[in-house]
């Protein structure tokens, strides 16, 4: 049984994590940490395990081998640098930090390490997701010209978000700094490195954050990205539009259209395509990598962390600095 220790449970998906390792039959919660000491030993007692007040002392437990962090993304640094130091295996909320910086320290620490890391990356696994990145290795969208990417919800608008999730010195951001690295991190996943990034951000009901926003991106080979999310949208299907010279694909959740000039059977039109099965979890899959021994899974792995960080950031720097952030 691998011993999981949970870092904090400030992050709004801290407890579905918790029940999937107390109950996947492969790992033990052995202890939980939180900044916040009546929460953490409130979670603790739920959980039947030990509530360690030290994060030091907690990783320099023998019998822990694993941390599942859901702290605040803005102290998501410090906590894994001396995570991985102590030779934990590590698995992360997203975003993994605010900064590209900072990330690399992580991922310094991480290598030297050698330890597993993953990022939770839920939507990689989709089976219209695992469809079309498919589809972009045979060619069959011919040059890529412009990715659409959406993920919104009502949580501002509908008033259900906890008031915790606004603060920006906790959260580092808002809407596209949270639901925003879903449609972002497909936009690495299907385009690779961007050249240009820039973002519009809104707070039509007054959050000290962004509840409204867009980003768009320049990528390698002139394809476009944009990536849309919000906390102030009723009933907005998870999107994603791929254009290309000889092929498209509209996708509303698992209901996907699609169509290919580069394949011989899809001549005209769309058709509903057979998707593939869909990946694992990314918890489950980082569980059966460190028992295994494979390292990070395709997809969830350090660098992937960093390219997320790379587009919030520089999207968060357009849309404060009324400009197009150029990326070296």
């Known amino acids: 049984m691998l011993k999981v220790a949970m870092l904090s449970k400030w992050h709004v998906h801290a407890g579905g994590y918790a029940n999937f390792v107390k109950n996947c039959g492969k790992c033990e919660i052995v202890a939980v940490w939180d900044d916040d000491t009546a929460r953490g030993e409130a979670w603790a007692k739920e959980l039947g395990c030990e509530f360690v007040p030290c994060l030091d002392t907690l990783l320099a437990r023998e019998d822990v081998e694993a941390v599942v962090c859901d702290a605040p993304t803005t102290e998501h640094k410090d906590i894994l640098v001396k995570a991985a130091k102590a030779g934990k295996h590590i698995f992360t909320e997203k975003a993994l930090c605010p900064t590209v910086e900072e990330c690399l320290e992580v991922k310094k620490a991480v290598e030297e390490a050698g330890v597993t890391f993953v990022i939770s990356y839920p939507q990689r696994g989709r089976p219209c997701v695992q469809f079309a990145k498919k589809m ?3 060619g069959a969208f011919g040059n890529i010209t412009l990715v ?18 606004f603060d920006k010195s906790k ?7 949270d639901l925003g690295c879903h449609p ?7 385009l690779g490195k961007p050249k240009r990034v820039t973002g519009m951000f809104t707070a039509p009901y007054g959050k000290p954050v962004d509840e409204n926003a867009v980003a768009i991106a320049e990528f390698e080979g002139g394809a476009l990205g944009v990536a849309e999310t919000g906390f102030v949208s009723h009933n907005s299907p998870q999107t994603i539009e791929i254009y290309g010279t000889k092929g498209s694909m509209i996708a509303h959740g698992e209901d996907v259209q699609f169509s290919s000039q580069a394949i011989g059977s899809v001549v005209g039109g769309f058709i509903k395509p057979d998707l593939p099965r869909g990946k694992k979890s990314p918890l489950e899959q980082f569980v059966d990598a460190v028992i295994a021994g494979t390292g990070s899974p395709e997809g ?3 660098d992937d ?24």
Do not use: C
């Open 136 to 138: 972009i290795a045979e």
């Open 148 to 165: 659409r990417t959406r993920d919104a919800h009502s949580g501002v608008s509908g008033d259900w978000l906890p008031e915790y999730w």
């Open 171 to 177: 959260a580092a951001g808002g809407a596209m700094m």
């Open 184 to 190: 972002m991190y497909l936009l690495a996943y299907f």
């Open 300 to 302: 969830l792995g350090i």
């Open 305 to 328: 962390a960093i390219a997320l960080t790379e587009l919030l950031e520089n999207s968060y720097k357009g849309d404060e600095n009324n400009a197009i952030v150029e990326i070296k």
